[in-house]
Structures are given as structure tokens and as C-alpha cells.
């Protein structure tokens, strides 16, 4: 019985104890319940961006480190980097913090679509308020009923780099504007490309070049241009497959960002980038996210990417232009001497008049069209653009029947449909460019349908040029 007593006794006490750490711990309703929420473990922010991993990196590593990450508990930061055309959707599922790089247009379509909010945070207003409304007649903020809604990080220029060593040796001029591009005299390598160019869907700032171009020629010849600029080059997958392209000698030009420029430039003085008359000024922007769980923390970062922060475009890994001139006045900016000569440059650019309206209510139609006519038809393009070059050079043709014929293999695309003569103009694009964007099977269709246009027209034309 003793045993019995003791055995008895003993899982009393083990259950007392067990009751008595279930409580202290907070569980079953009962004695105090700590906090789990951020402030104990921390935020993780969520940003989604267009910039490179490489940024991606240095951000994380530099700003974790920094006074206001520790002030508002700031442990790690993850970012999302999909297609722009996907940002709206991942921004609301996975309920982002901020939005950061990418250009105007695609932030004007999430502030039009409610998905960034106002900034109000007093300290990060007072660094927006030295940023410049306007450089070179382009945006670098946006308001909406008087509060900023985006605020540009950076500026950037839009141009193509070459490298003259190449060229020489071609015994090719070196370009100097757009028009350049769109010359016969590179089509001299064909069928080896003399430009790099990127698929107008896989690249926000390749797009942004053939929207600058479409406004500053005009909607026709400015296809006509982009025609002959793409029937001298080849499509790449991305941005950087087509500055690699140039990297490497594959082709001695390609269009790019300034940035990219400026990587080459400090690999070998033989590269040159070149920011043609006809171009603009970029503010690429941040801003915070309607979505966002955490919107002081959230704008905490912002207030680091205008401030500390820019010291991150400087890294010879981004050699990016910031939008504050203050960090050239730092150690490390000091010693960019060549990222603060083109800062200067780019800021006092002489640039065209550009409707950001006007390019968001295009940006779908134009991509989508662009790859399947300029990209997908590549093969079929290039073999009637070098036999009429040759017909030319041949003198088989006047320089008259040239610029005809090329004007009639660019011009914007006509097609029947439901027994109807439809043409790619200007409002036809504006009317089905937000379908293109959210209709999948939609644009599908359409590109399959230019696609074709785009076959007939080449074929066509190819059969009607002399034989040089």
C-alpha cells in the first residue's frame, strides 16, 4: 500500500507542476500572454522592385545595419522581382511594403489603381521636399491631391553605348542619334546583327527607348524607325543578354539604360554611351504600398533610399546616378568623380516633351506588338531589309524607292478582321491596351494575328524589290 501511496503522490505533484508552467507560460486563458507581434520578433519588410539582385543584396546588407532599421525593429527584407505586368497582383496578395524602381509608367498605373498611398511621415517629407519636382522637364514626384504618392530614387537617361574599336575595324561610323540606328550603312553585317535590343515585354527600360522614340518621331515614322533599328540588330531575351551582347563583341552596338552604359564604360575605354537629342530624364521611383502591415517601418526605408541609401548607386557594381547631389559630397562620393560629371550632364540635358499619359495608355499594346512583329518575324524582317539594302547599294533603286519601300515594311500593320480592315494606330492601341494587360488569351490572339500581318507584309515586299 506504501508503493501505491507514493506512486499516488508523485503524479499529483508532476501534475501540479506541469499546471503551474502551463500558466506561467500564458496558456489556457489564464495569467499574462507576451506580445508576439513585431515588436518581439521584428519586421520583415516586403518590397517589390525592378532592380537587379546586386542591389537587391547591397540594400540588404547595408541598410540592416543602419540606425533606422534598428529604431524600427527591422530584421530582414524580402524582395519580389515579377514581370511588371504581374506587380498589381503579387502587391495585393502578398501585401507589400514599398515599391521600389521600375519607372513612372508602371507607378502611375498602381497609383491610379489605389495600390500606393500617400506619404505622411514628417522626417521623410522633409528629405522628399529638397528632391526637385522636375528635371529636364520630367517628373520625380507624383501627387495626388496634393500629397506624394511616388518619389523619384534616381534619374536615369536612355541612349545605346558602342564600341568604337569595333566599329573602326568594320570600318562603321559611330552613332550619334536614333536615327543612326535605323541607317542601311550597319546593315553592312548583316546577317550578323550591329544592335542589341531587348523584347519589349522582358524589359521596362527597352520599352520606355521605343515609347521615347515613338513620341519624339511620331506614332508612324516612329515605327518605321524602330523597324529598321530592329531589321539592323537582334532581339535579346533581356536588358542584360543585350548589354552582355555588346560586352562581349557579339554586336558592337546596343540600346541600354545609362547605367548599363557606364558599367561598360569603366571595363575598357573603347566603350562609349551616347544620350541622343531626342530623348528624356527618367525618375525612377518608390513608393509605399497601399498594402502595406507596416507603413512607419515601411517609410523608414524610403527615407534611407533618399538619404544613406543613395551611397548604393555609387558601388561599381550599379553605377547608377542618385537623385541627391548631397552624396557626392560624401567620402564615397568623392570618389566618383565620373558618376558626378554625368549627373551634371544628365540634369542639364536638352530632352524631349514626353506624355507619361500618354505612354501608360499605350504600354501593353506597344510591348505586345513590338515582340511579335519586330521580334517573333525577326528572321523574316532581316532577309527583306538586307535584300532591299542590297538593291540600294546595288543601284538597283533610287534612295526614293529606298525610303518608300522602308516606310511601307515599318509603317504600323493593317488586318481583317470580321470582314473589317482594322490598323494598329495610335487609339486602336490606347482602346485595347488595359485588355492586353489583363487578358492573357486576349494578347495571345492579337500577337498571333500580327504575327501573320507582319508575314504577309515582309513576303510581299521582299517579292516587289529589285534582285540586287
Not at 573602326?168 to 552613332?175: D, F, M, N, S
Not at 562581349?248 to 575605354?269: A, N, R
Not at 501573320?452 to 521582299?462: F, S
Amino acid at each position: 500500500m506504501g508503493a501505491k501511496y507514493l506512486v499516488a503522490i508523485l503524479a499529483v505533484v508532476i501534475v501540479l507542476i506541469g499546471a503551474a508552467l502551463f500558466l506561467t507560460r500564458g496558456g489556457g486563458g489564464a495569467g499574462p500572454t507576451p506580445t508576439a507581434g513585431p515588436s518581439k520578433q521584428g519586421i520583415t519588410l516586403k518590397v517589390i522592385t525592378r532592380h537587379a539582385s546586386t542591389i537587391w543584396l547591397l540594400t540588404k546588407e547595408e541598410f540592416l545595419k543602419s540606425d533606422l532599421a534598428k529604431q524600427y525593429n527591422i530584421v530582414d527584407i524580402r524582395f519580389y522581382g515579377p514581370n511588371a505586368a504581374l506587380w498589381p497582383d503579387v502587391i495585393k496578395k502578398e501585401k507589400i511594403d514599398v515599391a521600389w524602381g521600375g519607372g513612372p509608367t508602371v507607378f502611375n498605373d498602381l497609383a491610379d489603381k489605389g495600390l500606393l498611398q500617400p506619404m505622411t511621415d514628417p522626417e521623410l517629407l522633409q528629405v522628399i521636399s529638397e528632391i526637385p519636382d522636375t528635371i529636364s522637364g520630367s517628373a520625380m514626384k507624383r501627387y495626388d491631391d496634393g500629397q506624394v504618392t511616388w518619389v523619384a530614387a534616381a534619374i536615369s537617361s536612355f541612349g545605346f553605348t558602342y564600341n568604337k574599336k569595333q566599329l573602326a575595324e568594320r570600318g562603321l561610323p559611330e552613332p550619334a542619334t536614333w536615327d543612326d540606328l535605323a541607317s542601311p550603312v550597319y546593315a553592312k553585317m548583316l546577317p550578323m546583327p550591329a544592335i542589341s535590343f531587348a523584347r519589349s515585354t522582358t524589359s521596362t527600360s527597352h520599352s520606355r527607348i521605343y515609347q521615347i522614340i515613338l513620341q519624339a518621331y511620331g506614332w508612324e515614322d516612329g515605327w518605321v524607325l524602330l523597324t529598321r533599328l530592329a531589321a539592323n540588330g537582334r532581339p535579346y531575351g533581356g536588358s542584360v543578354e543585350a548589354q552582355f551582347a555588346v560586352q562581349t563583341g557579339e554586336v558592337p552596338i546596343g540600346i541600354m539604360i545609362d547605367f548599363y552604359g557606364y558599367e561598360l564604360q569603366t571595363k575598357s575605354p573603347d566603350f562609349v554611351y551616347v544620350t541622343p537629342p531626342n530623348s528624356i530624364v527618367n525618375g525612377d521611383p518608390i513608393a509605399l504600398c497601399a498594402t502595406s502591415e507596416h507603413p512607419e517601418a515601411a517609410q523608414a526605408f524610403i527615407r534611407w533610399v533618399l538619404t544613406d541609401g543613395q551611397k548604393i548607386w555609387l558601388d561599381p557594381k550599379v553605377n547608377r546616378l542618385p537623385i541627391s547631389p548631397k552624396v557626392f559630397q560624401t567620402p564615397e562620393g568623392r570618389q566618383r568623380t565620373d558618376l558626378y560629371e554625368k549627373f551634371n550632364e544628365t540634369i542639364n540635358l536638352q530632352t524631349i516633351e514626353f506624355d507619361e499619359g500618354l505612354a501608360g495608355q499605350v504600354y501593353f499594346s506597344v510591348a505586345y506588338y513590338f515582340d511579335a512583329v519586330l521580334c517573333d518575324r525577326h528572321d523574316e524582317l532581316v532577309r527583306v531589309w538586307k535584300k532591299l539594302v542590297d538593291a540600294y547599294e546595288a543601284g538597283k533603286i533610287t534612295e526614293e524607292q529606298f525610303e518608300q519601300f522602308a516606310h511601307e515594311l515599318g509603317k504600323p500593320l493593317s488586318w481583317e478582321e470580321k470582314g473589317q480592315q482594322m490598323t494598329f494606330t495610335l487609339e486602336f492601341a490606347k482602346q485595347i491596351n488595359e485588355r492586353m494587360k489583363t487578358d492573357p488569351a486576349f494578347a495571345s490572339q492579337m500577337q498571333a494575328v500580327w504575327r501573320d500581318a507582319a508575314l504577309q507584309r515582309y513576303e510581299a515586299i521582299y517579292e516587289q524589290i529589285p534582285e540586287p
